[in-house]
């Protein structure tokens, strides 16, 4: 026996489920247009729902689904579980009270909710109904379906510029790549080049990086030199303020 | 020169519906507003057992065809309009009568989720846009419906939409609610489960809950 059966069981209310046609749950836009179907079409009182019944008859239609998505499952089991819950509260020997001590109907809160929800179920009828252009309509030489109608330039908005990414988006298959561009030149690389001139002799800084043109290559350079130092591979001299700046070999140095 | 002729022949050349502003800036200046108006109800009457209509649209005025000429009208393409899901018409009619409005309160009130793929095709369409975001936690974003909602769904303005009077706030829903609740308990105080359950099997098995749904909810509104 599966576990709504069970549960439908234990609440003694299996039976006049059985009356009702077998309905799939993708008819349908969510728990409350399931329990609106059961109640408009067995003519109950949305203020007055038979609690107990209209839960079997609900976890029913849940039961009879071979497979439930995952995505939709959530919102259909939380109301199975508010419907169990309201139930309990009924069987409550203590009826429940506001703060002005009257006497509150735990199913209020849900018959709101599905009147609510009914009169934009008639609204999004209603609105369907309307005459729409493409469809009951039509204005000259335009087909609102067709590529080559011409529309008229967005407003200038967010909504105009998240249209134009999703655009380009679909453009490029949905896929954006984040392409990240490898060094052409390592600071490692450089401290080797550094030395190598080294080894011939010590040079004068700013020969050296005039010899070395380019503004990656400078920075490059100027950090290749630095760790040298740093490393105390070599040494930097200055003789005299704003005098030229040489570099030497540690060994030679010492 | 002939007004209604000229005004003809504007909205008959432009893509776009033509507003007031925009007609008397085109025709001669000596035409004041009522000139255009009276104009456009000639023009109206005029085509009214025509197959293309006059009609007021987002602020203007345009040709369109007659609705009865739809089927007819379809033959000249292979493709066919996309139908809209239950969803998005429900999703958009919910921005529609309660804008500016957020996703969650869209959530909430259709007790589902709404997919982002719904949201996106009614921006698309331009149906709906952005309006600017909520200043709450999350400053989730606000949604409306853009102009191309009015033209397509054939709505001079938002106050055209079909109903809006009748719609109930939360507040009308709770006083609704609490009154019939009221009544109820008054009346049978806690028996209702069982009573309710009694009276079900002589309910004859009625499938066709469409036209009941409209029926009950008029009568219900205060």
């Keep these: 026996m599966s576990e709504a059966a069970a549960v439908a069981d234990l609440f003694g209310g299996a039976e006049p489920s059985l009356a009702l046609p077998p309905v799939q749950l993708d008819q349908f836009e969510g728990p409350l247009d399931v329990l609106l179907h059961l109640i408009r079409s067995q003519k109950m009182e949305v203020f007055d729902i038979p609690i107990a019944m209209i839960t079997s008859q609900y976890l029913d239609i849940l039961d009879a689904q071979v497979e439930l998505d995952l995505e939709v499952a959530g919102d259909y089991l939380v109301m199975a579980s508010t419907l169990m819950q309201l139930k309990s509260r009924l069987l409550l020997p203590r009826p429940e009270m506001d703060d002005e001590g009257n006497e509150v109907d735990p199913r209020a809160e849900l ?15 209603d609105l369907n109904e309307r005459p729409r252009i493409g469809r009951d309509v039509f204005t000259r030489s335009i087909f609102p379906e067709s590529d080559e109608v011409e529309r008229p330039l967005p407003e200038g908005d967010l909504d105009a510029l998240l249209l134009a990414f999703r655009n380009v988006l679909k453009r490029v298959g949905g896929e954006v790549r984040h392409h990240i561009f490898s060094d052409t030149m390592s600071v490692r690389e450089q401290m080797t080049a550094v030395l190598e001139q080294l080894s011939h002799g010590g040079i004068q800084l700013d020969e050296f ?42 060994e030679a140095a010492s | 020169m002939n007004t209604a002729g000229q005004i003809e022949a504007l909205l008959l050349a432009s893509d776009e519906p033509i507003n007031l502003q925009k007609l008397r800036d085109m025709l001669a200046d000596e035409l004041d507003s009522s000139d255009i108006r009276s104009a456009l109800s000639e023009l109206e009457a005029h085509y009214q057992e025509r197959g293309i209509q006059i009609v007021q649209v987002s602020g203007g005025w345009q040709f369109r065809t007659a609705p009865e000429h739809a089927e007819l009208v379809h033959q000249l393409w292979e493709i066919r309009p ?21 996703r969650a309160e869209i959530e909430a009130l259709r007790g589902f989720k709404v997919s982002s793929s719904i949201i996106a095709t009614l921006q698309e369409r331009g149906w709906i846009k952005v309006l600017g975001r909520k200043e709450v936690p999350g400053r989730p974003h606000l949604f409306g419906t853009g102009k191309p909602f009015l033209k397509d769904f ?66 219900t509104s205060p």
């Design chain 2, 154 to 219: 054939g709505l001079n303005s938002l106050q055209d939409l079909p109903d809006s009077a009748q719609l109930m706030d939360e507040d009308e829903i709770q006083n609704l609610v609490g009154n019939n609740v009221m009544q109820i308990q008054q009346g049978v105080l806690y028996e209702t489960e069982q009573n309710s359950e009694a009276s079900e099997n002589t309910d004859d098995e009625e499938n066709s809950q469409q036209g009941e749904v409209g029926s009950e909810a008029e009568e």
């Design chain 1, 111 to 125: 018959a709101a909710q599905l009147i609510a929800y009914e009169q934009y179920r008639m609204l999004a009828e």
């Design chain 2, 82 to 102: 996309q139908r809209l899901s239950r969803s998005a018409l429900e999703t958009l009619a919910i921005i529609a009568y309660r804008q500016p409005t957020t």
């Design chain 1, 209 to 250: 990086l005039l010899a070395n043109p380019g503004r990656e290559v400078l920075v490059t350079t100027i950090l290749a030199i630095l760790e040298l130092w740093r490393q105390q591979t070599i040494t930097v001299v200055q003789s005299e303020n704003y005098g030229s700046i040489s570099l030497l070999l540690k």
